[in-house]
């Protein structure tokens, strides 16, 4: 584990994989660089993978006040300690390397999950209500909100996991929750956003995904000037890290 520090002061963490041009994985919500291991081995054959965690997870230090665009210079700073060229956004965290707007030479969004027609409605008073919860020392609450309510997994599974020893790694980063609330906004494709970003964009989304987050990809991609959206085998908001290697490779290492 290696550390950088951000503009605000912030320390955060880092792992690195294998040799060749520098990747930068930004991870997507409610997760910590934990989750990624499996992708970064895969892609450490043909990149040198930077997998860090996001302020407020993991290793990494949380300064407060919070503000999203903190992050973007987060990335940033990893970005220059490591020399990355190439960067790979999962979900909300896809909102971080977006709203950067930094130089790599290309990057990937992975299933950034905008809410386009055929989406579930977005939880009433999602943000407030995270918020609420983890101001009143509550991060379960927080935590079992998005599993459910935003995710859609079942309460019963949920309170099952509630009395799993995994549930207090949950609590630890349910208080970043709110920081990907506040990246995505209202959740609505950032068209104008979008249409502003000229560095070359590969949008995936995996073929076992529901079709409104397919199609989130798809209006992402049409939003930007050089993009384009692909589907992969894979299962729910996820493409096989060996597939998803390949089709980096590929994209990343092409003239």
């Given amino acids: 584990m290696e550390k950088v520090v951000s503009k ?19 991870a997507g ?82 299933e950034p999950p905008f809410r386009v027609d055929g989406a579930p409605p977005a939880p009433e ?40 020893p995994m549930w207090s790694s949950f609590e630890a980063i349910a208080h970043t929750l709110v920081y990907d609330a506040l990246q995505l906004g209202d959740s609505a494709v950032p068209v104008e956003l979008l249409a502003t970003i000229d560095v070359p964009t590969l949008a995936l989304y995996s073929n076992a995904s529901p079709d409104w987050l397919k199609n989130s990809v798809r209006q992402t991609a049409a939003a930007l000037p050089n993009s384009t959206a692909e589907g992969h085998e894979g299962t729910f908001h996820t493409i096989e890290s060996k597939t998803l290697a390949r089709v980096l490779a590929s994209y990343f290492l092409s003239a």
């Fill in 8 to 26: 605000d002061g912030t320390e955060l963490a880092y792992d690195t994989y294998g040799s060749g041009p520098v990747l930068v994985l930004v």
């Fill in 29 to 110: 919500g409610f997760t910590d660089r934990s989750r990624y291991v499996e992708d970064a081995t895969a892609l450490s054959a043909e990149f040198t993978v930077v997998n860090y965690d996001r302020r407020g997870r993991g290793d990494s230090g949380d300064t407060l006040p919070y503000a999203v665009e903190r992050e973007w210079e987060d990335l940033d700073a990893v970005r220059t300690a490591t020399g990355a060229r190439f960067a790979c956004a999962y979900s909300s965290g896809s909102m971080v390397l977006l709203q950067a707007r930094l130089p790599f030479e290309k990057q990937a969004v992975m």
């Fill in 125 to 164: 008073r999602y943000l407030e209500r995270l918020q609420e919860f983890v101001a009143a020392g509550n991060p379960g609450g927080a935590a079992e909100l998005f599993m459910v309510e935003a995710v859609g997994q079942p309460k019963e599974a949920v309170d099952q996991l509630r009395q799993s």
